[in-house]
């Protein structure tokens, strides 16, 4: 079972960018696809970013498409979320997650997950 660490959330006013970064340790990296959620107050938790295992292919939700950029460096053990543009909405807890099953929005899909990092936005 591959475990997960998140970092760089942080407190940024509405217009500027924070870089999260996931790494993981255990089982073989590149044997999972990954994804990014997040969740706000008072609010379920819902689909950011996904992106697969070698990274052909990402897919963003619509709420932070053009704004949001999923990446990964296999070599590092890593996988990022680029967060330009920011706003007051993206204030969250966001997760990182691994699925072995390949890319996917569906959270129930996910087989690991880490403690979240807080990106707090304000206006």
């Known amino acids: 079972q591959v475990q997960l660490a998140e970092s760089g959330g942080g407190l940024v006013q509405a217009g500027g960018s924070l870089r999260l970064s996931c790494a993981a340790s255990g089982r073989t990296f590149s044997t999972y696809a990954m994804g990014w959620f997040r969740q706000a107050p008072g609010k379920d938790r819902e689909f950011v970013a996904t992106i697969s295992k070698f990274g052909r292919t990402t897919y963003v939700a619509d709420t932070v498409k053009g704004r949001f950029t999923i990446s990964r460096d296999n070599s590092k053990n890593t996988v990022y979320l680029q967060m330009n543009s920011l706003k007051p909405e993206d204030t969250a807890v966001y997760y990182c997650?691994?699925?072995?099953?390949?890319?996917?929005?569906?959270?129930?899909?996910?087989?690991?997950w880490g403690q979240g990092t807080l990106v707090t936005v304000s206006s």
């Open positions: 997650a691994a699925n072995q099953a390949g890319t996917s929005t569906d959270e129930r899909l996910y087989d690991a």
